[in-house]
């Protein structure tokens, strides 16, 4: 049976508490006062979903203005036309389109991206965020704690795709 993509598993809501944590710790130190702030989004999956909810009620609650946006809905003359602060870039995805396009004093600050050195995140314009890259055994002994009765566990990945 497919898994409808706004069914939210165990491991996301780990994974978007942890990620969100830390990234919003980011954002602190960037948004000193209330700031525009504006979530882009790589897709539409679950885990983008949780994590954009979850940083939005935060940043919002914060002080902070927030749009969210889809990828597929920035271009070039979207970001320059905007008066924006931060933008936070939801997936390796949105975080490289947003890397060539987003120009100081305007930030760049993502979250679950998987490999940023390789996506070309570290040189060039500034960005900071949180990468994905959390070895297996870590990654093995946190599920085993937050899902101590799992007898059998799954991993899904692209062979296609060296960062799955």
Do not use: W
Request: glycine share 6%.
């Amino acid at each position: 049976m497919a898994q409808d993509q706004r069914t939210i598993s165990p491991h996301h809501v780990v994974l978007r508490y942890l990620t969100l944590s830390v990234t919003l710790a980011f954002l602190a130190q960037s948004c000193a006062s209330a700031t525009e702030v504006v979530i882009v989004l790589s897709g539409r999956e679950a885990p983008y979903a949780a994590a954009q909810e979850e940083a939005a009620k935060r940043l919002g609650e914060a002080g902070h203005s927030v749009t969210t946006v889809q990828m597929t809905e920035v271009t070039k003359d979207t970001v320059v036309a905007k008066k924006v602060d931060v933008y936070l870039a939801i997936g390796t995805k949105a975080a490289v389109l947003l890397h060539d396009l987003v120009k100081p004093p305007a930030q760049l600050v993502y979250c679950m991206v998987s490999q940023p050195a390789k996506a070309g995140l570290t040189e060039g314009a500034p960005a900071s965020g949180i990468s994905t890259d959390v070895p297996l055994r870590a990654q093995f002994e946190l599920i085993q704690k937050a899902m101590s009765g799992a007898k059998t566990i799954g991993m899904l990945y692209c062979s296609n795709d060296s960062s799955s």
